[in-house]
């Protein structure tokens, strides 16, 4: 079993930066591939962005590349997205999912994560 713990979100005006992080536990985290999905409300969940078990490669949605970047700190079991630009779309509650990885690969389909955590909100005013 993982468990995933998420933090940093809040309130922020548009124009601001936020950095979320995602706390794991319960397993080796360099064997866990890392991803951020959002869920704004009356909306399905969708992909942010993920990073392979060695933080070598990430991958971004569209709507985010250039104002997101994910990280990880193998050390410290942690993994953060760094959210800077944010604008009211941004709105959501993020989620941190993991997710067992024999290759050193992303993710950007939620079918492919086992764990999750339990979100935290974020809340851009403009």
């Known amino acids: 079993q993982v468990q995933l713990v998420e933090s940093g979100g809040g309130l922020v005006q548009a124009g601001g930066s936020l950095r979320l992080f995602c706390a794991a536990s319960g397993r080796t985290f360099n064997t866990l591939a890392m991803g951020w999905f959002r869920q704004a409300p009356g909306k399905e969940p969708e992909f942010v962005a993920a990073i392979s078990r060695t933080g070598t490669y990430t991958g971004y949605a569209d709507s985010v590349k250039g104002r997101f970047t994910i990280s990880r700190d193998n050390v410290k079991n942690l993994v953060w997205l760094q959210m800077n630009s944010l604008a009211p779309e941004h709105t959501a509650v993020y989620f941190c999912?993991?997710?067992?990885?024999?290759?050193?690969?992303?993710?950007?389909?939620?079918?492919?994560?086992?764990?999750w955590g339990q979100g935290t909100q974020v809340t851009v005013s403009s």
């Open positions: 999912g993991a997710t067992m990885s024999y290759g050193d690969f992303f993710y950007s389909a939620r079918g492919n994560y086992e764990y």
